[in-house]
Nanobody
Framework: QEQLVESGGGSVQAGGSLRLSCAASEYLYTRRCIGWFRQAPGKERERVARIDTDSGQTYIAGPVAGRFTISPDSAKNTVYLQMNRLKPEDTARYYC???????????????WGQGTQVTVSK
């Protein structure tokens, strides 16, 4: 069964760190593009980061650049999102998703996990 399972969310104070994990089935991990998205209540979903698991090429969105990094662990079919210097505005549910390629649009992410909640307090 093809699946993505997120973990690592929680509650932290501003300035703290969390590391999210996205454990993928082998098929999805080798599907080339794993992305991290987030959605806060009342807001649209936004892409936070993505990685091409074949080339290692990464993309980090502007609002989190310099604070978040994305990295792969091919031995575990897992993609990590390291989040440092967290801010209250980072509060959201974080999802990972898989797409055939990182060059296509967000609509091509056909597989999604259930998400993990991140709450950052002042």
């Amino acid at each position: 069964q093809e699946q993505l399972v997120e973990s690592g969310g929680g509650s932290v104070q501003a300035g703290g760190s969390l590391r999210l994990s996205c454990a993928a089935s082998e098929y999805l991990y080798t599907r080339r593009c794993i992305g991290w998205f987030r959605q806060a209540p009342g807001k649209e979903r936004e892409r936070v980061a993505r990685i091409d698991t074949d080339s290692g090429q990464t993309y980090i969105a502007g609002p989190v650049a310099g604070r978040f990094t994305i990295s792969p662990d091919s031995a575990k079919n897992t993609v990590y999102l390291q989040m440092n210097r967290l801010k209250p505005e980072d509060t959201a549910r974080y999802y990972c998703a898989a797409a055939p390629t990182c060059t296509s649009g967000d609509s091509h992410y056909g597989y999604w996990g259930q998400g993990t909640q991140v709450t950052v307090s002042k």
